[in-house]
T-cell receptor, first 112, second 117 residues
Framework: SQQGEEDPQALSIQEGENATMNCSYK?????LQWYRQNSGRGLVHLIL?????REKHSGRLRVTLDTSKKSSSLLITASRAADTASYFC????????????FGSGTRLLVRP | GAGVSQSPSNKVTEKGKDVELRCDPI?????LYWYRQRLGQGLEFLIY????????KSGLPSDRFSAERTGESVSTLTIQRTQQEDSAVYLC???????????????FGPGTRLLVL
């Protein structure tokens, strides 16, 4: 599959705990992006990591990228109930300057 | 400073009817995308518009699907003779297109939830 495959499909944690989601892929990428979706509606861009980067931070988010293993992870630290959402990785392939290929997502539930 | 808007928010139609979905991108965004998201799944690329270039229609699932965009403004996605399998959320996104276009992020609308009975 050219798309990102995410695991776990679903994750339930207690507020305050950390949440880790993983994305694996099979193609060569230009960059990898993570998006969040609340209630099955519009997606919100969280963070972009380029193929020559290994780690990136944004607030409580930490993204890593290992191009040799073709995998990325999204870590949300000190989770909050408001973090409950679906999280998608999206790949921008080397041979496409505009098309994003989305994974199937991880549904995160943060219990208060 | 409005974001991407889509209408209608929800659409219920009968099998065999045509539907038209609308997307208003962020002003100044030259690129516009349509995606389909079936329940519990990721996004499927449908079509991409960039300025006055020919659109990339490679993701349209059948000839019942078509989309238009006038210049860099509103886009409409039309589904003719709807089938139950067309039930999904249809999402629109827009983005700027910097040099090379490879680093832009996409800004999504809230989607149109289509239910075909």
């Amino acid at each position: 599959s050219q798309q990102g495959e995410e695991d776990p499909q679903a994750l339930s944690i207690q507020e305050g705990e950390n949440a880790t989601m993983n994305c694996s892929y099979k193609t060569s990428i230009n960059n990898l992006q993570w998006y969040r979706q609340n209630s099955g509606r519009g997606l919100v861009h969280l963070i972009l990591i380029r193929s020559n980067e290994r780690e990136k931070h944004s607030g409580r988010l930490r993204v890593t990228l290992d191009t040799s293993k073709k995998s990325s992870s999204l870590l949300i630290t000190a989770s909050r109930a408001a973090d409950t959402a679906s999280y998608f990785c999206a790949l921008r392939r080397v041979d496409s300057s505009y098309k994003l290929i989305f994974g199937s997502g991880t549904r995160l539930l943060v219990r208060p | 400073g409005a974001g991407v808007s889509q209408s209608p928010s929800n659409k219920v139609t009968e099998k065999g009817k045509d539907v038209e979905l609308r997307c208003d991108p962020i002003s100044g965004h030259t690129a516009l995308y349509w995606y389909r998201q079936r329940l519990g799944q990721g996004l499927e690329f449908l079509i991409y518009f960039q300025g006055n270039s020919a659109p990339d229609k490679s993701g349209l699932p059948s000839d019942r699907f078509s989309a238009e965009r006038t210049g860099e403004s509103v886009s409409t996605l039309t589904i003719q003779r709807t089938q139950q399998e067309d039930s999904a959320v249809y999402l629109c996104a827009s983005s700027t297109s910097r040099s090379g276009g490879s680093q832009e992020t996409q800004y999504f609308g809230p989607g149109t939830r289509l239910l075909v009975l």
